[in-house]
């Protein structure tokens, strides 16, 4: 596969992307002690040989409960399925959005204010998860930004780690360019911030589908298609 160039001209400083689809899942009405569970929530998913990512924002709407959710890749998306009973919340992930066999089956309780359960893994084994409420991106004044931050300095991936050691489809560096091999790990920056801006360029060919990830969990999605 031809590999596409990605350049990235990154100036950091806040500000996230979040496909937000129009649908909804349908559910029952969740009972008065349920509405603890309302809200969004960062999740962490804990399968045997590492942790992924991931996204819910619980609501309800017209006496119903409803779901939306970012999974360990992708958009987020509606939920079929949200259930609050006798103080456990179930929902499920579809097997098609999810690369697995079977739905994913996540119940979880609410143990002092976060989030803690179990899930049956697209390997067949239990996973454990947990959730923390994402943080409020609505600011009080204007923030005080500090001067910008090249994450990429032009020849090599100093500062960058891969998801995913795969030594025949590893990121390198051509010409001042970051360069994706295709269907490559991810690849994540070191740097941690607050409150900040992100500025990027792209290269991308036709038919590619890529995007970036904000905090490994909300997607700026970047796609092209031939018509």
Known sequence: MKAQRKPFLIAIAVMFGTAV???WAR?????AAGKSFL?????????PDREYASWIEISEHGGQLKAQMVGRGGNARPLPLVV????????VSPKE????KTNLVFKGTLVGGHLTGTLNGPDRNEWTWNGDRA???RRIGTPGWGKPISLFNGK??????ASKHRPSASWKVEDGLLVSPGQGPELISNS???DFKLHLEFNVGDTANSGVYLRGRYKVQNRNRLC
């Open 135 to 137: 943080p409020s991106l």
């Open 84 to 91: 609050i009973t006798a103080g456990q919340l179930t929902f």
């Open 21 to 23: 689809c129009p649908q």
């Open 156 to 161: 090599d991936l100093t500062g960058w780690y």
């Open 192 to 194: 941690e911030f607050g």
């Open 97 to 100: 959005e999810e690369n697995s």
């Open 27 to 31: 559910s029952a009405k969740p009972p």
């Open 39 to 47: 809200g969004r929530w960062d999740l962490t998913l804990k399968a």
